[in-house]
C-alpha cells in the first residue's frame, strides 16, 4: 500500500495570555518556518495579549506538535 497524506485543515489557535513574543512551531520535532503555512499574529486586549497561531500542513499519519516562545522575542 502506499502512504496516504492528508492535509490538517488550515486551523487556527489562540493561546490566551502569552504576550507579545513570537513563537516557533515544531511539527514531528522539526522547526517549521513561517511563510505561507505557518503564521502567528497578536490580539492585545485590556488585561494582555493572545497569540493567533495559524497553520496548514500535509500529515503522513499521527502527528505531533509544539509551539514555544521564540528565544529573543518580547
Do not use: Y
Not at 9 to 17: K, L, N, R
Not at 24 to 47: Q, S, W
Request: one cysteine or more; hydrophobic letters at 40%; charged letters at 15%.
Amino acid at each position: 500500500t502506499g502512504v496516504q497524506t492528508c492535509a490538517l485543515p488550515i486551523s487556527a489557535f489562540v493561546i490566551d495570555g502569552w504576550g507579545h513574543g513570537g513563537a516557533l512551531l515544531r511539527l514531528n520535532g522539526k522547526p517549521v518556518a513561517e511563510g505561507k503555512d505557518f503564521r502567528v499574529g497578536h490580539i492585545d486586549h485590556l488585561e494582555g495579549s493572545s497569540l493567533v497561531v495559524w497553520v496548514h500542513a500535509q500529515l503522513n499519519g499521527p502527528s505531533d506538535f509544539s509551539i514555544t516562545p521564540m528565544l529573543g522575542s518580547h
